[in-house]
């Protein structure tokens, strides 16, 4: 294995200019001519980059695939620290296996995982695990799967439509903190820098196709691979104009008997016409930000002059539609009340409503303080409803209570005087939306802002997302947002992708984007369900093994990526509870977000049945995907093709019906993707020549065959 270096171009040449003196003198003219024509493509091939083991074999124990004979497997007990062995003979109940030694024994096929090496081909498919649905706009995808075969299934959906790549890959540390072919690489491993580099740039050369033309891929790293992941840069990405951004992610800093560390570093590539749209914040001046502002405040007093007896005429009910959280009107005050003769102004400190009390067939909520004492509004009952009315009146689950905020007279005026705008309202006339105008400005190349201190917004909040801690160093989310917003700020329909998900701080901070101008941004992120080695050796010692149940539940997309993204949609963490906290513009956190969020298994098919026409129930959730991962997902039946009416693509199952398919089309301009099913080039070719030609027409099984058996070779 040929150890890491760099070289320059003109040392490289000076080599090889010596190569051509001694070629000169080799006295076989054939062999001159053929040595001097290599000599002179070497020349050329590569005037700037890296040389390391490019080709160090890595290979994946993957659960789930059909064995065979021939096929390569590890036992699940010792899928990281076990031989490769050989199949030699499967059946439905046993499998004959032979080690390296010639040793042969026998097991039953769940006791073992297939071994792949990248490279051979793979027939994926994505199987639903479930959903978080806040909105009928298009949902965000989160896949539990190996991510370099996960971008070859990406591959067959959104070839060259990514808007822009975000990626936090392992930093290789030193510290264990990443495996190559299911083995923790450490500082032990004298090739792990090579590793590291071939890890990296087997998926970024599929990464590449993925992007569009004018995108922008990111990168986070540390100082441990930064030189060397710049230089793997610009060799990958030779086309783009590569620039590095410092941002100071830990004020504390980490010492380590050293110069204190404060920052990490961010790559940014940007290809074709790309570039970084401006903002209202560089990220480094001392100048207050938009998101220092606090819009909203809550609604119940504190402090003094909040009790009833106070104000009279601030305690009252007021009716919130629970499915929605809209305010829909208010009840009698207490000074109504009293008037009434129903309550004694006497007593009224100490007066308690009824429990069961409506306002127009809504539950009441009152301005009950934590202590279980009643209190009082910031606003008399006409003011509220005129809040209501312009959208600066909002409620949000805490704890199973209704908690009240609004924009104070204070925003509002900076609202009529143009310096806050109110964007568009939240759906069903919701809330607004607010954002502070100010100078437009470039972000700098160093970044440093609070909110991208990785404690309090990174480790902090997934602690209070998911009520534990269960996941080392996440990215402050603020940090990722900044990120992103002057790369996509300015397209509200971006498609990002993230095929080192960890936590899932991506779709969180998309999510925080799309709320700032109603977007419909989508993330993909992809994450393995690997566990910590602390957990695996404690359910190893409890006798379990990965694709046990309880293994599996302690991996980190079940344990962490799963659970942050669905609480950070829902606002309620996996306990139930509301998540606690506020988001800097005064949002509360358990008011989560109106998107919706889907999570998938990157499983695998036999491609033999695949070619017989056996799966078109497999992979129908990978072609909704394809066509944008809007409405539910079809069940395939007798019918002779599916068109469902909340979606943009259709599949003619039966092309003996194609003539009154075609009419069907007809009827729906609304359609962006078609998959014909057949066996015949012919019949294809014919029905594809006579649908519109802006249609993204696929030949099924065909094309769905040869996307994984060509996307295999690496270089």
């Known amino acids: 294995m040929a150890p890491l270096r760099c070289f320059e171009d003109a040392q490289e040449r000076l080599k090889l200019g010596k190569l051509e003196d001694l070629i000169a003198q080799v006295d076989d003219s054939t062999l001159r001519h053929s040595l001097a024509t290599a000599a002179s493509e070497a020349k050329e091939s590569r005037n700037f980059g890296l040389i390391f083991e490019q080709h160090i074999p890595e290979t994946v124990a993957v659960l789930g695939l059909p064995v065979r004979r021939g096929q390569h497997v590890r036992l699940r007990s010792q899928i990281e620290t076990g031989p490769d062995l050989v199949v030699t003979k499967a059946t439905k109940k046993s499998l004959a296996l032979t080690a390296g030694d010639g040793a042969t024994f026998n097991v039953e096929p769940d006791d073992v995982a297939v071994v792949k090496r990248f490279g051979e081909p793979i027939y994926p498919t994505l199987t639903p695990l479930g959903a978080v649905r806040r909105s009928d706009g298009p949902a965000h995808t989160v896949i539990n799967g190996e991510n370099y075969h996960a971008l070859q299934t990406l591959l067959y959906l959104y070839e060259g439509q990514i808007d822009c790549i975000y990626i936090d890959p392992p930093y290789n540390t030193g510290a264990r903190d990443w495996k190559y072919n299911n083995r923790y690489v450490d500082e032990q491993d004298s090739w792990r820098h090579s590793k590291w580099l071939s890890f990296i740039e087997k998926r970024l050369v599929l990464a590449k196709r993925l992007l569009k033309e004018d995108s922008v891929l ?21 086309e783009a104009f590569v620039q590095m951004v410092t941002i100071v992610v830990n004020p504390k800093g980490v010492a380590q008997g050293r110069f204190a560390r404060v920052e990490e570093y961010a790559f940014f590539c940007f290809r074709g016409e790309s570039g970084v749209g401006a903002t209202d914040d560089d990220f480094m001046s001392d100048s207050a930000t938009q998101r220092n502002t606090r819009f909203w405040k809550g609604l119940l007093r504190a402090g003094t002059n909040a009790l009833p007896s106070d104000g009279l005429n601030l305690v009252y009910p007021i009716g919130i539609e629970q499915a929605r959280g809209h305010i829909v009107g208010v009840g009698r005050t207490m000074r109504d009340r009293i008037e009434a003769g129903e309550i004694s102004r006497e007593n009224c ?96 190349t160093v970044w440093k802002r609070a909110e991208h201190d990785a404690g309090w917004h990174g480790s902090v909040l997934l602690r209070e997302l998911l009520g534990s801690r269960r996941f080392d160093f996440p990215k402050s989310v603020f940090a990722v947002r900044d990120s992103l917003l002057p790369i996509v700020g300015d397209k509200p329909d971006a498609l990002i992708l993230d095929f080192f998900a960890g936590s899932g701080t991506t779709m969180h901070a998309v999510a925080l984007m799309n709320r700032l101008d109603n977007g419909t941004r989508r993330s993909v992120l992809v994450t393995n369900n690997e566990v910590s080695e602390s957990d695996g050796k404690r359910l190893r010692r409890d006798g379990h093994s990965p694709g046990d149940a309880e293994w599996e539940r302690a991996g980190i997309f079940e344990s962490v990526t799963r659970p942050r993204c669905e609480a950070v949609v829902s606002g309620r963490r996996p306990d139930g509870r509301a998540v606690a906290g506020e988001y800097p513009d005064g949002t509360p956190r358990s008011e ?84 014909l099913v057949t066996t015949s080039e012919e019949s294809f070719a014919r029905m594809r020549s006579q649908l519109p030609a802006e249609l993204r027409i696929s030949m099924l099984y065909r094309d769905y065959l040869r996307n994984f058996e060509i996307n295999t070779e690496q270089p």
Request: a negative charge; aromatic letters at 8%.
């Open 349 to 444: 400190d100490s007066w308690l409503p009824d429990p069961g009390e409506t306002v127009d067939g809504y539950p009441a909520t009152w301005p009950m303080r934590r202590d279980g004492a009643l209190g009082v509004w910031q606003a008399k009952p006409e003011t509220l409803l005129d809040l209501n009315e312009q959208g600066f009146l909002r409620a949000a689950l805490r704890d199973g209570q209704w908690a009240l905020s609004y924009v104070p007279t204070g925003i509002q005026r900076k609202i009529r005087d143009g310096e806050i705008v109110a964007r568009n309202r939240e759906p069903d006339r919701g809330p607004v939306v607010l954002e502070r105008l100010g100078d437009k400005t470039r972000a700098k």
């Open 218 to 238: 990111i990168v986070t790293i540390d100082e441990h691979e930064v030189h060397h992941l710049g230089m793997l840069l610009r060799q990958t990405f030779p």
């Open 592 to 675: 989560g977000f109106f998107e919706s969020v889907e999570f998938y298994k990157l499983d695998y098919l036999d491609p033999d049945s695949v070619r017989m026409g056996d799966q078109l129930r497999a992979v129908l959730p990978m072609l909704r995907l394809a066509a944008g991962a809007r409405g539910a997902l079809p069940t395939p039946d007798a019918d002779a093709w599916l068109m469902p009416s909340d979606a943009s693509w259709s599949v003619l199952v039966d092309d003996a019906r194609f003539g009154k398919f075609k009419a069907a089309l007809e009827r729906r301009p609304d359609l962006t993707h078609v998959w």
